[in-house]
C-alpha cells in the first residue's frame, strides 16, 4: 500500500520544507486531503504542513482502510497497520526535523496506531473525534516507556465513534501516552474553534 505522493497538500514550498518541524494532516473516512488542510493557518507557523490522502478510495472519498465488513469502532488492527505503514513509507522520503500527527476520526485512530508502529518518531499527536484500534500491539510495551504526548479531543455528542471505543481509548491513553484529554460538551463529530485553540496550543508547546 502506497500513498498517492501528487495529492499531498503543502504548506509551503518544496525549497522551504528542509530543517523545519512537520506536522501531518490524516483525515477521516469518507474524505479527502482538502478537508483538514484548512486548518494549516491556524497551526504553528514554524511548522511545515502536510495533508496526506488516504489510499483506499470508498464512499466518495478516502480513507485508511476499508470498512466493508467492519464493525464501527473495532477495525482489523492488521488492516489499520497497512494504512499506517503506509504514512512511515512516506516520512522516511521527507526531510524533517521533529514530527507530529493530527487525525480527524479514522485519521486520528490512524495517528495513534502510528505511534504503535514507530513509539519513538513523533513528537506529538492530536487524534480528534477518534480511537485507538483494538487489541495490544507489539509497540505497546515501547509506548508504555516513552509515553509520548498526545492530545484527544472528542464531543459530548459525538454519535459517531461507538462507546465502546472511546471507553477503549479512555483506558489505554494513560498508561501509554502523556495524555492531555479535552472533552467538549455539546460538540458532534466535528472540531470546535475552542478545539481548535486547545490543539493549536499543544502542539505550539511540543513541535
Known amino acids: 500500500m502506497q500513498l498517492d505522493e501528487s495529492a499531498i497538500l503543502w504548506s509551503a514550498p518544496e525549497r522551504e520544507r528542509a530543517g523545519r518541524p512537520l506536522i501531518v494532516l490524516l483525515h477521516g473516512y469518507g474524505s479527502h486531503e482538502g478537508d483538514l488542510f484548512s486548518l494549516s493557518p491556524r497551526l504553528p507557523l514554524a511548522a511545515t504542513v502536510a495533508s496526506l490522502r488516504g489510499p483506499i478510495k470508498e464512499s466518495a472519498g478516502y480513507a485508511w482502510w476499508s470498512l466493508a465488513g467492519q464493525n464501527p469502532g473495532q477495525p482489523d488492527p492488521a488492516a489499520v497497520d497497512a494504512g499506517a505503514q503506509a504514512v512511515l513509507d512516506w516520512l522516511d522520503t521527507v526531510d524533517y526535523t521533529t514530527v507530529a500527527l493530527l487525525g480527524f476520526s479514522q485519521g486520528a485512530a490512524l495517528a495513534l496506531q502510528l505511534n504503535r508502529l514507530a513509539p519513538d518518531r513523533f513528537a506529538a499527536t ?73 490543539l493549536t496550543g499543544f502542539l505550539a508547546e511540543h513541535i
Do not use: C, K, M
Not at 142 to 155: A, N, Q, S
Not at 176 to 190: F, K, Q, T, V, W
Open 126 to 198: 492530536v487524534a480528534l473525534s477518534g480511537f485507538v484500534a483494538p487489541g495490544i500491539h507489539a509497540g505497546d510495551a515501547r509506548l508504555e516507556i516513552v509515553r509520548p504526548p498526545v492530545f484527544w479531543g472528542r464531543g459530548t455528542a459525538d454519535t459517531v465513534i461507538p462507546a465502546a471505543a472511546v471507553d477503549r481509548t479512555q483506558e489505554w491513553l494513560p498508561t501509554h501516552a502523556e495524555p492531555h484529554i479535552r472533552i467538549y460538551e455539546d460538540l458532534g463529530h466535528s472540531i470546535s474553534t475552542q478545539e481548535l485553540t486547545d
